[in-house]
Nanobody
């Protein structure tokens, strides 16, 4: 059974940084992977995604602050989050096995596998 295990969440003050990691176990899907989040009382939102061609896309709210990357040898997906803001507070979910351009997948995800999520809390 495929498993996606997120880690790296926690509590941080505004302006701080966190690095999320997602380890994929028994995964044999494609290289399209990303991060999504859902804040308290908010709709789910695509944060960052790498598509099968290696193109990346970011939501406007995190562009220039967050960086998505993959380590294929370790089957691990990362999200480096810098200059964190209180509005970044959310449960962050790792996602894998998608098809299509990164920008489209962020807005209209068609995802094969999801992780359980890791909580990020940013205080002012």
């Amino acid at each position: 059974q495929v498993q996606l295990a997120e880690s790296g969440g926690g509590s941080v003050q505004a302006g701080g940084s966190l690095r999320l990691a997602c380890v994929l176990s028994r995964y044999r899907g494609n290289r399209c992977m990303g991060w999504f989040r859902q804040g308290p009382g908010k709709e789910g939102e695509g944060v960052a995604l790498i598509d099968n061609s290696g193109q990346t896309a970011y939501s406007d709210s995190v562009k220039d602050r967050f960086t998505i990357s993959q380590d294929n040898a370790k089957n691990t997906l990362y999200l480096q989050m810098d200059s964190l803001k209180p509005e970044d507070t959310a449960m962050y979910y790792c996602a894998a096995d998608c098809v299509g351009a990164a920008r489209i997948q962020l807005a209209h995800p068609n995802i094969g596998y999801w992780g359980q999520g890791t909580q990020v809390t940013v205080s002012s």
